[in-house]
């Protein structure tokens, strides 16, 4: 029998090998701990409920992690993200879109599920920490998806419960060890306490271990490879909806979901009023069609969105015919050959950052992480001024996680007058730049 010191050991190990990153590059890279908060979506009055609902999510978010909820606005979710959004917090909504279809004005961020197991997919994807609340049949669910994948050593990530959630999961749990049918006991990630102030106290100790070994979230972007965010976002085979710069857009299984990149957030900050007002502008790589959109509603006379993905064409559409926009005109093409004789006074461009080939198994969808060699970057900047009005604009945001790439785009560039509208997450690997081009 292993003592506790030396299990805990074996799952800092086990933890170690998930990804590994120092202190100083997670500062760098703007890294924030996300905590899953596993509760009732229905309302009560019991004053240690709600004590312990608003007490945890106050202290989330004066740590500065995202609280991660299932985005109801009643209950202890509806609690939990109140009061984290009060404290100055960030909050983060994964519901069921057919059951709670609003955007709360507290979520930072929000996806909403037409079934249930993606939801619980997305919640748990997203969570370096879960911390289940008083709940029900729900609750237990998401704690038991996560215990049990524990067990089968396929999960590190550790999981506190707080009273009276604790003695209902660990009476349940004794309950079937007692008839023969249940392990020896429970797993070390599962920490069994009294109330928000003591999971405040292992939520810190957690996170504080996590920074000594260098853990990350497994599906942290930024650090991973195009390949490996091509596979992540090919798990996804229904439509769902996000929240992407106040909009609320439909994503289509093998298209890019804007939101889940910091770059996109980024960019959308850019796209204002006064650069887009009265413009026609072409969306190049459109995606769900969020930038052009976006341009759109600031109010450019026309935008031209293009995709090579048909997918993502078919995408775009519904979310225009959603949001009950005119001046939009969606193309199927690779970079501009489906443009025609028409010019810009604004090109946005949001490329890929890797180099790596599309495979032949591989569906368009790769074509939005990966820019296929350099063939995306060379067939852009060999074509556009053909496209682009003699005082017209290219914003094109871009980064140093690949740094031939960035390189081969520095090359590409110096025919022309570049200024760097933004530049995040300066000095790790992998930053952020927005660039505004213009002819000499």
């Not at 955007?103 to 997203?126: A, C, E, M, P, V």
């Not at 609340?133 to 994948?149: F, Q, R, S, W």
């Not at 106290?201 to 271990?209: A, F, G, P, Q």
Request: with cysteine; aromatic share 10%; hydrophobic share 35%.
């Amino acid at each position: 029998m292993e003592t506790k010191k030396t299990q805990t050991k074996n799952i800092d190990t086990k933890l170690e090998t998930v990804m590994k990153i120092s202190l100083e590059e997670k500062k760098k890279l703007g890294y924030k701990y996300h905590v899953t908060l596993m509760c009732s979506g229905n309302d009560t009055k019991n004053k240690k409920y709600l004590a312990d609902a608003e007490g945890l999510a106050k202290g989330i978010a004066k740590r500065d992690h995202v609280l991660v909820n299932g985005a109801s606005n009643l209950g202890l979710m509806g609690v939990t993200g109140r009061a984290a959004y009060k404290a100055g917090g960030e909050v983060y909504g994964v519901g069921l879109n057919d059951y709670e279809p609003k955007i709360h004005k507290w979520f930072t961020n929000w996806d909403g599920y037409s079934t249930y197991n993606y939801r619980i997919k997305r919640l748990t994807d997203l969570g370096d920490v879960f911390i289940a609340l008083a709940g029900g049949l729900g609750t237990l669910h998401e704690i038991l998806d996560v215990h049990i994948n524990q067990f089968l050593g396929k999960e590190t990530r550790h999981v506190i419960i707080l009273s009276p959630m604790a003695e209902l999961y660990e009476s349940v749990c004794n309950n079937i060890k007692e008839e023969g049918l249940y392990w020896d006991k429970l797993p070390e990630f599962i920490h069994l306490v009294k109330d928000y102030k003591e999971a405040l106290v292992k939520l810190d100790e957690i996170t504080k271990n996590y920074d000594k070994i260098g853990y990350v979230n497994k599906t942290y972007y930024p650090v991973m490879t195009s390949d490996g965010i091509y596979k992540h976002l090919k798990e996804m085979d229904e439509n769902y909806a996000i929240l992407f710069s106040g909009m609320k857009l439909t994503i289509h299984p093998d298209v890019y979901p804007p939101n889940r990149f910091r770059s996109s957030l980024t960019f959308a900050k850019y796209l204002t009023k006064k650069l887009c007002s009265n413009k026609t502008v072409f969306d190049i790589g459109c995606g769900p069609g969020n930038l052009g959109i976006l341009a759109a509603t600031h109010g450019a006379k026309q935008v031209i969105s293009v995709d090579i993905n048909p997918a993502a064409v078919a995408n775009t559409r519904e979310n225009i015919k959603n949001l009950k926009l005119k001046n939009i005109d969606v193309r199927e093409g690779s970079i501009f050959n489906a443009i025609g004789d028409k010019k810009a006074d604004l090109i946005i461009f949001h490329p890929p950052f890797h180099k790596e080939k599309v495979k032949d198994n591989q569906t368009k969808l790769m074509n939005c992480v990966s820019t296929n060699g350099y063939e995306v970057l060379d067939l852009f900047f060999g074509d556009v001024d053909n496209y682009l009005k003699p005082k017209g604009k290219i914003y094109l945001g871009f980064s140093n996680k690949d740094m031939s790439s960035l390189k081969h785009l520095e090359v590409l560039m110096k025919k022309y007058k570049v200024k760097m509208i933004t530049h995040e997450f300066k000095g790790s690997k992998a930053d952020y730049r927005l660039y505004e081009i213009t002819r000499k």
